[in-house]
């Protein structure tokens, strides 16, 4: 009888063990990865496709387009989120409309089990759960209570000591948002593919000529859009 309680006991916990295991499971990430490069450092995250597929195409697309090129973090609350303006109005350049088209879009609200955690991105969104369009969060902390209520769909792969660069910028609360004092603008993005790290020279090229191109989109639109 003893016997049988303690092999009860032992299959129990061995239970317990393997559903935090599961509960813990990081997603995997896909091979590709995007860098926001920023007047405080570079910030490069991946994506998590078999968690929230819809999402990841919708703002992997807005990438390529370079819809967040001159975007800008409209809100920065320390050991909370820093989170990026939808590209419809948050952009200091004027939009094409390809990149109208696909910034308007509103994708589907796809809650998961993954946990927000510092480093993971989360799509923002209004009361309704399919009003996601293109403004996300970077965790700064911890955040249960978003939990299975905003979309996680990748995290930071590198550039956690900008995330730390961005947490100490002066900021001002407006209603129930914590936002920067100054404009935190990012100044152009580019993505690469980890299974091409053959590409090392060339992405150092294309950053820069992608900085290069950002002056002259500033100085187009300070000389077009005073």
């Given at each position: ?41 570079d910030i490069e995250f991946g994506f998590y496709p078999t968690v929230a ?174």
């Amino acid at each position: 009888m003893e016997n049988t309680r303690i092999l009860i006991l032992g299959l129990a916990c061995l239970a317990i063990i393997s559903v935090a295991k599961a509960l813990s499971h990081e997603p995997e990430l896909g091979s590709a990865r995007v860098v926001f490069q920023t007047s405080y450092g570079d910030i490069e995250f991946g994506f998590y496709p078999t968690v929230a597929p819809k999402t990841v195409d919708h703002i992997f697309k807005l990438v390529r387009l370079g819809g967040y090129n001159t975007n800008h973090f409209f809100r920065v609350d320390k050991g909370f989120v820093a989170q990026v303006a939808d590209v419809a109005s948050g952009r200091s350049a004027p939009m094409n409309e390809e990149q109208r088209i696909e910034a308007e879009k509103k994708i589907v609200g796809e809650f998961s089990d993954v946990k927000h955690v510092r480093g993971t991105l989360s799509m923002g969104r209004y009361d309704d759960p399919n009003s996601a369009q293109s403004s996300f969060s970077m965790l700064l902390g911890d955040a249960p209570h978003l939990d299975r209520q905003y979309a996680v769909f990748g995290k930071v792969t590198k550039g956690d000591e900008t995330l730390s660069k961005l947490e100490e910028v002066p900021t001002r609360r407006e209603g129930i948002f914590v936002m920067p004092t100054e404009r935190i603008t990012i100044l152009s993005t580019y993505y690469y593919d980890t299974k091409n790290e053959s590409c090392e020279e060339e992405r150092s090229v294309l950053k820069r000529r992608l900085q290069a191109s950002f002056v002259e989109v500033e100085r187009q639109r300070m000389k077009c859009f005073p």
